[in-house]
């Protein structure tokens, strides 16, 4: 037996042995979509992160890269300073002078060994050469530029051009040691005192080995370096490259190569291009400043992406590492934050559920082993009319008032099943009528049982119940009564209407169906009053009755929903005479109006055939002027076109139907009336609107049925004649095709 003295805490806790942690289906999910979100994460922030510094390394290396091709290009225009330099010295050296002088073998044989001495000691220089006044070579340091003449434009008076200047030569190739060399020869004028000509003096430089000289300057010596002239032309590569776009030999263009690349180098001084597998570096050089021509170059480097990638493999490994000790501690996490979440909610859920016992308007009541009452919250103690200290340690048995038998009965079914349910009547005890559950559960040692008694006071019910018994023998009387919904469809029904309305018993049958020959255009005129008014009270007959029967005396009650609709309506029938059948019953009450286009048609289609080609359409718009200048207008026409609509409704005659048409318009279908007789009633409903003060701006439009004419082109001859109506200088009553008289 449980101890009373137990904590609520303690007993909830054995109360509720299945409320343990369990792993649902949708924490599972939950979890794995959170997992799953985070490996994404960690490859998508993973490669990102690689992505971005593979990139800035990439952009370090070309910021480095291009200020090595500055460094290299400043150092390539100081060397060719320092060469003319050079070429002004050996132009006014003394052994030149005393050759040009007095020319003698002895002379010239020392220039030349002092010319050798040079060549020798300077690698850029690969020869000097001497020519007369006329262009003709006298003799040079060496025969590999052989007998070429000098350019006319530098000869003579052509030339413009003279003194201490100094003339740089665009880039050439000349063949030396059995390959192409590109050099450039600088020219000095040797001149006379009177400024004629001597001869002229001629120094030969070897581009490649300058740019070798200063080369140092190119931290990487594997870094490849290319040299291109102004026109695009490589005259010095990288050696060995594995890129298609540059040219491979010398001489080639890079122009015909890779025109985006030479596009982007000849309008600007420096820059880079990124391609998806290269990033290319230049820069602009000027070797010397002439009065005709600029002396340019371009000093082109570039940088492979798998050079960048090899070399970011080491920080590649620890983002890798990262990432992977990140994701799992975050994965770990979660599992844990999970974990911890069932935890606490399996621990609150427990203590609420079992608290939910006593602090619930829904009576409970713990039973020991031994059928004695352990703890009754205030509920039950109320349903058994007891204190809820009188019901501790009392016997199951006695708490509800069972005999004997009945009790043994009880606790067998629980030693079977675990499970009872049944109705006690305590009204003879002083109490009240109680449903009763119990349940058999086990503690959490499986050694030990308790019952958890569930008891509801039914009391009201039971007089519901008995209520409902003695309304239903109340409707068990010879009145015909029958519910139906909102389309007419039959839900319930007395045997008095299933007589009255000669249907079979079980059929399934629609009000609308049993109406006469107008058929769902009558059932439709009376929806809409229910709509309108909530009730519709008149004589039908049914069609299935015969011609000869009398008609019916219905009375019809909208039951309307929370929202206003019409959910249900109640329907009594009367037996009446076919004298009291209304004359006019096929037509609508004059209150009514159709609400949109279907229902006018379904009306209009729905009168008699000599009725509707003599009938007479009248169109009214209410739309003064001055509104709808601002859709704060919309407001005001609809009220006004209320107060013009419940105005009509007083002055419409009843076999008169008028509907919605537009905004600020309305119409009116007048059924077996002569055009002039619509002309009348519109003046008349002028005149009345005026004395009430809504008759400005209001236009009226009458057409007249022409045979075979549908609604909608009697319609539109309304409208035709509404135009006319609102034209300047017409009346406010116009009308359109209507029948000769």
């Excluded at 290009?73 to 003319?84: H, I, R, W």
């Excluded at 001495?117 to 690698?123: D, I, K, R």
């Excluded at 119940?465 to 469809?489: I, N, P, S, W």
């Excluded at 079980?506 to 255009?521: S, T």
Aim: proline share 3%.
């Amino acid at each position: 037996m449980l101890k009373r003295n137990l904590a609520p805490a303690s007993n909830q806790s054995m109360l509720l042995p299945s409320q343990g942690p369990r792993w649902s289906r949708q924490r599972l999910l939950g979890i794995s979509a959170q997992l799953a979100m985070l490996l994404l994460l960690a490859v998508l922030f993973t490669n990102v992160m690689i992505t971005l510094g593979e990139q800035r390394l990439r952009q370090d290396w070309a910021t480095q890269r291009y200020s090595e091709l500055q460094t290299v290009g400043t150092l390539l225009a100081d060397k060719v300073n320092f060469q003319q330099f050079r070429t002004r010295i050996f132009a006014r050296g003394e052994l030149l002078r005393q050759y040009l002088e007095t020319p003698s073998d002895t002379r010239k044989a020392l220039i030349l060994d002092h010319w050798h001495t040079l060549v020798h000691n300077m690698p850029d220089l690969l020869g000097v050469a001497l020519y007369n006044p006329s262009g003709r070579l006298e003799f040079a340091s060496s025969d590999i530029f052989g007998d070429a003449r000098l350019p006319a434009s530098l000869l003579g008076g052509n030339r413009t051009m003279g003194g201490k200047d100094i003339y740089n030569s665009p880039v050439e190739l000349v063949a030396n040691q059995g390959q192409l060399e590109p050099f450039m020869y600088q020219l000095a004028w040797l001149e006379n005192p009177d400024q004629s000509v001597r001869g002229y003096l001629v120094t030969y430089n070897s581009l490649s080995r300058t740019l070798t000289s200063v080369r140092p300057a190119f931290a990487g010596k594997h870094s490849p370096l290319m040299l291109f002239d102004n026109q695009g032309l490589m005259y010095i590569g990288p050696g060995t490259h594995n890129d298609d776009k540059l040219p491979a030999i010398q001489g080639e263009s890079l122009a015909e190569t890779y025109p985006e690349l030479w596009q982007q180098m000849s309008g600007k001084y420096y820059g880079q291009l990124h391609e998806q597998e290269t990033t290319y570096v230049y820069i602009k050089v000027e070797l010397a400043t002439q009065y005709e021509t600029k002396r340019e170059l371009y000093l082109v480097s570039y940088i492979k992406d798998g050079e960048v990638a090899a070399k970011f493999t080491h920080w590649r490994h620890i983002l890798l590492t990262f990432a992977v000790v990140i994701t799992l501690v975050s994965a770990g996490v979660i599992v844990l934050f999970h974990l911890y979440k069932l935890e606490q909610r399996s621990r609150l859920l427990n203590i609420e559920l079992s608290r939910g016992l006593f602090n619930t308007d829904a009576g409970w009541m713990i039973v020991g082993d031994s059928g004695r009452i352990i703890k009754a919250n205030r509920a039950a103690a109320q349903a058994l009319k007891q204190e809820t200290d009188a019901l501790e340690d009392r016997s199951l048995q006695w708490a509800l008032q069972l005999d004997d038998t009945t009790y043994r009965e009880v606790t067998a079914l629980l030693n079977a099943t675990a499970y009872w349910q049944g109705e006690v009547d305590l009204s003879g005890h002083g109490g009240s009528t109680v449903r009763t559950r119990i349940r058999k559960l086990m503690l959490l040692d499986q050694r030990k049982e308790y019952l958890l008694v569930n008891i509801d006071n039914i009391t009201e019910l039971t007089q519901t119940r008995h209520e409902a018994f003695l309304y239903r023998m109340m409707t068990e009387v010879d009145t015909a009564l029958a519910l139906t919904d909102a389309q007419g469809k039959i839900l319930k029904m007395s045997p008095e209407c299933l007589s009255l309305l000669q249907l079979e018993s079980g059929q399934q049958c629609n009000l609308a169906d049993c109406l006469d020959d107008q058929g769902q255009g009558q059932w439709q005129r009376i929806s809409e009053q229910l709509n309108a008014q909530g009730f519709w009270r008149g004589q039908i007959s049914c069609n299935h009755r015969g011609s000869g029967d009398a008609g019916l005396q219905a009375s019809l009650k909208a039951i309307v929903n929370h929202e206003g609709e019409v959910e249900y309506v109640a329907c009594s029938f009367n037996e009446c005479s076919q004298k009291g059948l209304a004359t006019d019953s096929t037509l609508p009450h004059r209150s009514t109006v159709l609400v949109n286009h279907s229902n006018l048609i379904r009306y209009y289609e729905s009168l008699a055939v000599e009725a509707r080609d003599n009938a007479s359409v009248m169109l009214l718009d209410v739309t003064p002027s001055r509104m709808l200048s601002h859709m704060s207008d919309i407001g005001q026409l609809e009220q006004r076109a209320n107060q013009i609509e419940i105005q009509l409704l007083r002055e419409l005659p009843r076999n008169y139907q008028m509907s919605h048409w537009q905004l600020g318009k309305l119409i009116v279908v007048m059924p077996n009336t002569h055009p002039n007789k619509a002309h009348e009633f519109a003046e008349h409903v002028l005149h009345k609107l005026a004395d009430l003060g809504l008759a400005e701006g209001l236009s009226i439009g009458i057409a007249a049925n022409q045979p075979e004419q549908s609604l909608q082109n009697l319609l539109d001859n309304a409208e035709v004649a509404l135009r006319r109506a609102k034209q300047p200088g017409e009346q406010n009553i116009c009308q359109a095709f209507t029948r000769s008289l």
